[in-house]
């Protein structure tokens, strides 16, 4: 008797999937638009890439402004697949909901049916920057489970665009070490502004 492999050796019919997680600032934004712009400088085929974004209800008026005036057109013209998700419920076992999935995207939803400062409230939390929890809850739990039931058995790369501002410091921001540090990051984001 032959003990399984904890990983399989064959190779997946499938071309690699590039995922992104939108957070929707200007990290993701300048991804986004760096790999669109230039996808044979970053080996990604925008054919094979999913944007995904965890919906999570606080989003600012001006974020949700700019993505549609400025991420989603660009999103539309290479025909990329951008799914909106959120949390159904408090607990984990209540899912999540897709808000959206769409290669023509217009509009950021602004909170699906459980939105973080419910949360908050309901544990009678303040909002923090201390320890991501809330990353983990509202944003990581619902992109791995979509992943995994949407994509089962792919092989994929899943990029997490992040303010590194806001990480522990022995964290590389791969956004910051990709372009170059903020003067790029400002750059791409002043190019991607005007059209």
Request: glycine share 8%; proline share 6%; with cysteine.
């Amino acid at each position: 008797m032959t003990t399984p492999a904890l990983f399989s050796s064959t190779t997946d019919a499938h071309p690699l999937l590039h995922i992104v997680a939108f957070g929707g600032g200007v990290e993701s934004a300048a991804y986004l638009t760096e790999t669109l712009t230039n996808p044979e400088k970053h080996t990604v085929d925008p054919a094979n890439l999913v944007v995904l974004h965890a919906v999570v209800g606080s989003e600012y008026d001006d974020t949700i402004r700019d993505c549609q005036n400025h991420i989603f057109p660009l999103l539309r013209d290479h025909g990329i697949r951008l799914v909106q998700l959120s949390r159904r419920g408090p607990r984990q076992h209540h899912g999540i909901k897709i808000l959206y999935d769409t290669t023509t995207p217009r509009i950021m939803h602004r909170k699906g049916p459980w939105t973080l400062a419910q949360h908050n409230e309901m544990n009678g939390i303040s909002p923090q920057l201390s320890d991501r929890r809330c990353s983990l809850n509202f944003k990581g739990f619902v992109l791995d489970k979509f992943i995994l039931t949407e994509f089962p058995g792919r092989n994929y790369t899943h990029t997490i665009c992040y303010n590194r501002d806001l990480c522990c410091g022995f964290v590389i921001c791969p956004v910051s070490t990709l372009f170059g540090g903020s003067s790029r990051r400002q750059s791409s984001m002043r190019r991607l502004r005007r059209g």
